[in-house]
């Protein structure tokens, strides 16, 4: 007899009665895989930025959760994300970034693709010398795409293939931030950088929400734009997140600073706003640059998280995107000893995965709920990870 490995009811109670999620979210490999579809395959999740392929031809293999993908940019310019196999007989077809001169071609047999994904090419299939054969047809046998999508320069994907349309499932936060509907341009080889976490995803997600931590986590920041400064931001189902009223630019020797957004208006002179997108992605715009953090699961208590900056022009002085690459990272890696040692803090049998403050926590309540709907959705679906009944 067999029981569900997990009771979420307490998580989805109101913040002031609510129970965080319990330790098995955070640890154990069936329920890892178990959130792999619920929360990132069935939704919009973020796998990469479209300035990783920033010309036609231009190929980048990655992993997404043990997918093998293939992210590139066809030779009409449009972002375009692949399974990385060869239809034949499963190979990966490309092993390194690089640029696809003709076509993609399989290193096993020669089958190749268009950048589109077309098969064009099955030599000696029929056959010594016949490329052919009645049986296979190359227009059933294409690349298989992954549903995909580019807002703010990050490359969202569905792989389930039946989320709503971006546009809708993005509505909230686009109109929120419509101020900002502007183009952005990656800050370069600088404004790139990685961070590699001992931590559950779920638990930087957590902590990017709130702004509870900053006296404490960091000082630095809260030197200016202090705890009292901060709002909270809820979307249920969607986002969440905090905002501060105190924004100080960053300067360069010369006291000059990054050129603003055009008309971003005048509410965000000193404003700015920090939204984790449901389920992987943190995002921050401010009046002269923004961020995004995509979280990439390496497992139950692994994480790496990618971190790129954008700007509001092309070719913005290189040392102060240095300076500015330089403070991001030393604020964002301020925070890895807290979301390793919540990780190792849920090895503690006794930990029924802790209270909330309802004035404080709010915004990660608002996320928690999000995952417990999600899972009971996906569960009432599929079943739920079951354990022997004790």
């Not at 183009?183 to 902590?207: D, Q």
Request: proline share 6%; hydrophobic share 40%.
């Amino acid at each position: 007899m067999t029981q569900p490995l997990t009771d979420l009811d307490q998580v989805r109670a109101p913040t002031a009665r609510a129970h965080g999620l319990p330790n098995a979210h955070y640890i154990d490999p069936a329920i890892f895989e178990e959130e792999k579809h619920a929360l990132l395959f069935s939704q919009w999740a973020g796998l990469a930025v479209a300035a990783d392929v920033p010309e036609p031809g231009d190929a980048k293999p990655l992993e997404f959760i043990g997918m093998p993908l293939l992210l590139i940019r066809d030779r009409e310019g449009v972002v375009r994300v692949f399974q990385n196999i060869c239809r034949h007989r499963g190979m990966i077809l490309v092993d390194a970034p690089r640029r696809i001169e003709g076509a993609i071609r399989c290193p096993y047999h020669s089958w190749c693709y268009s950048t589109r994904g077309a098969l064009v090419a099955t030599p000696h299939v029929g056959g010594p010398g016949h490329n052919t054969h009645e049986s296979i047809h190359r227009e059933d046998l294409g690349l298989v795409e992954v549903r995909s999508h580019v807002w703010r320069d990050i490359v969202w994907i569905n792989v389930s293939g039946d989320a709503p349309a971006f546009e809708e499932a993005m509505a909230g936060l686009m109109a929120r931030w419509r101020d900002f509907d502007l183009p952005v341009y990656h800050g370069g080889h600088e404004s790139r950088f990685t961070l590699e976490v001992a931590t559950n995803w779920k638990l930087a997600v957590e902590n990017y929400c709130e702004s509870y931590h900053l006296p404490w986590v960091h000082p630095g920041l809260n030197s200016y734009s202090r705890l009292e400064d901060h709002y909270h931001i809820e979307a249920p189902d969607a986002f969440s997140g905090q905002g501060t009223m105190v924004y100080r630019q960053i300067t360069n020797e010369h006291a000059e600073t990054f050129p603003d957004f055009d008309d971003v208006g005048a509410k965000w002179n000193e404003q700015a706003e920090y939204i984790a997108a449901y389920p992987n992605v943190l995002l921050g715009v401010h009046r002269d640059h923004a961020f995004a953090i995509i979280l990439e699961p390496k497992g139950p208590e692994r994480t790496v998280e990618h971190v790129h900056l954008y700007y509001s022009v092309p070719g913005t002085d290189e040392g102060l995107r240095m300076r500015n690459a330089q403070l991001w990272k030393s604020v964002f890696e301020e925070d890895i000893f807290v979301v390793e040692g919540m990780q190792r803090g849920r090895h503690a049998s006794g930990f029924d995965g802790g209270r909330f403050s309802p004035v404080m926590d709010s915004p990660t309540h608002c996320f928690h709920d999000w995952v417990a709907g999600r899972i009971e959705a996906h569960r009432a679906l599929h079943g739920a990870p079951a354990r022997a009944a004790e």
